[in-house]
């Protein structure tokens, strides 16, 4: 989970000025009244009783979240083993829990959760959260320990931010219910254990115009 001290000293300081967290508004309300009122285009949650909207994402984590959802549909879509979804669409990971709005997950063929017209119900089998300067601690923390009970096989959390450009990914103990690392070959390769034969080298996630057809073909190729 990162350093969670340093991250809750920054919460802790900014819990008088919501807009350092990113966010716009948030009020309590039914998670009917939630998809009744949450505005098109940005990103909303309904967290604990209260429906949230944040600040819209930069370009630089938007480049990564655009890279991973060619890549993971281009993947999943050859070999049909299932769908690649994004925000604003929801993942509902416990039934009666939080309704978050993941950058990209990833539902697997045979996943026993419910699609509907607002939001996938049911543990994702791979949620990537890319981080900005105002999502550290709810990726690092809030979510990461929500797709965990939740049962989320795999957890990516990426952060493409200036001087950071760091890449960690979490899989599932079943046996414990708890998320371990994953280790990275020489580094850099990440190889999912959920989707079999996808792997990513983590230099990838930080360039500045990648190659997508590229990329996936070194992918492709090396199966």
């Known amino acids: 989970m990162g350093d969670v001290s340093a991250v809750a000293q920054m919460v802790e300081a900014a819990a008088e000025n919501p807009a350092r967290l990113g966010i716009v508004q948030s009020r309590p309300m039914t998670y009917e009244e939630f ?18 909207q944040y600040m819209p994402a ?21 070999r049909r083993l299932g769908k690649v979804y994004s925000g604003p669409y ?17 539902v697997t063929r045979d996943n026993p959760g419910q699609e509907s017209m607002k939001a996938f119900v049911g543990p994702a089998d791979v949620v990537v959260e890319v981080i900005s300067d105002d999502s550290v601690f709810r990726d690092r923390v809030t979510k ?8 989320v096989r795999e957890y990516w959390l ?29 580094d850099r390769i990440f ?22 057809a590229e990329i996936y073909e070194t992918i492709r190729s090396s199966q």
Do not use: C, M
């Open 158 to 186: 990426i952060d493409p931010r200036p001087g950071r450009n760091r890449a960690e990914f979490y899989v599932l103990d079943t046996a414990v219910g708890r998320y371990r690392p994953a280790s990275l070959e020489a």
């Open 191 to 212: 190889r999912s254990a959920v989707l079999p034969g996808f792997w990513l080298d983590v230099e990838w996630l930080w360039q500045e115009s990648p190659n997508v």
């Open 35 to 52: 998809l009744a009122w949450a505005p098109e285009g940005g990103l909303t949650e309904w967290i604990d009783g209260e429906g949230v």
């Open 58 to 78: 930069t370009n630089v984590h938007q480049r990564v979240v655009n890279l991973l959802i060619v890549l993971l549909t281009l993947y999943l879509s050859l």
């Open 90 to 106: 929801a993942l509902r990971a416990k039934p009666d829990g939080n309704a978050r709005e993941p950058d990209v997950f990833v």
């Open 144 to 151: 990461f320990d929500e797709y965990e009970a939740a049962g």
